[in-house]
């Protein structure tokens, strides 16, 4: 799957606000600074296409792109970068909203095909399982994105990967994808599983 076109399309806080074109969606979802958007631009090869932060809390509101791609089953698609949770230093405040906002998206937008859940290779955090909790009951496909490994020794990959599944409780049937934002490692098989939930074979 080539891609050929990526843009970005708008931010929105209110449903009534999300796009209204027709394209399947596959959401970005995972604790704050844990590198969606960086993901999303490394994944398009786009620099600068969505914006990254130091600072967890990067991401306020839901960004949609529409990405083009050269292949037989797919033309165009959404990609929903969502803000990050679970991150303490985040005022209450603004906590408090975007809760109701990823949760109206999850649960009530009809194009949504399947969500991605990026995690921390490093640590499962509480809030990552209240989230796996969660979206078992919403059903949607999903597969799970261990972020940042080139934080993590090749030797220790592995065993990282199985503390993961065990800490999310992630039966074998989900997939767990190693990701670099830095390094590109595990993007063929990222772009492969963006694919297989496109088509719906996950
Ligand atoms: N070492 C390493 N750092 C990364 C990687 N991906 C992202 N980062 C860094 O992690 C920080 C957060 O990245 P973002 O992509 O903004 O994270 P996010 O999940 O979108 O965060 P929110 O928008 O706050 O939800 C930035 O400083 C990135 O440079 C990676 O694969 N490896
Ligand atoms: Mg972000």
């Known amino acids: 799957m080539k891609i050929r076109s990526a843009e970005f399309i708008k931010s929105c806080v209110a449903a009534d ?25 490394s994944l398009l090869n786009r620099k ?11 991401t306020q509101m839901i960004n949609f792109f529409r990405i ?3 292949d037989s089953h797919v033309e165009q698609f959404h990609l929903v970068d ?52 969660w979206l078992r009951t919403l059903t949607h496909p999903m597969v799970v994105i261990a972020t940042k490994t080139d934080k993590v020794n090749a030797g220790k990959r592995q065993a990282c990967l199985t503390q993961l599944r065990v800490g999310l409780s992630l039966p074998n049937s989900t997939e767990l994808l190693p990701y670099s934002s830095y390094t590109h490692e595990g993007r063929p098989e990222v772009v492969r599983a963006v694919k297989n939930l496109l088509t719906g074979n996950i």
């Open 17 to 41: 606000h999300y796009p209204t074109e027709r394209l399947q969606e596959i959401a970005l979802l995972g604790r704050s600074n844990v590198g969606k958007s960086s993901a999303l631009n």
């Open 48 to 58: 600068g296409l969505a914006k990254v932060g130091k600072i967890p809390g990067k």
């Open 68 to 70: 083009a791609v050269s």
């Open 82 to 133: 969502l803000p990050g949770y679970g991150y303490a230093k985040v005022p209450q405040s603004v906590r408090q909203h975007w809760g109701p906002m990823v949760d109206t998206y999850l649960t009530t937008r009809d194009t949504l095909c399947g969500v991605m859940i990026f995690i921390d290779i490093r640590r499962v955090e509480r809030s990552d399982i209240e989230l796996m909790q």
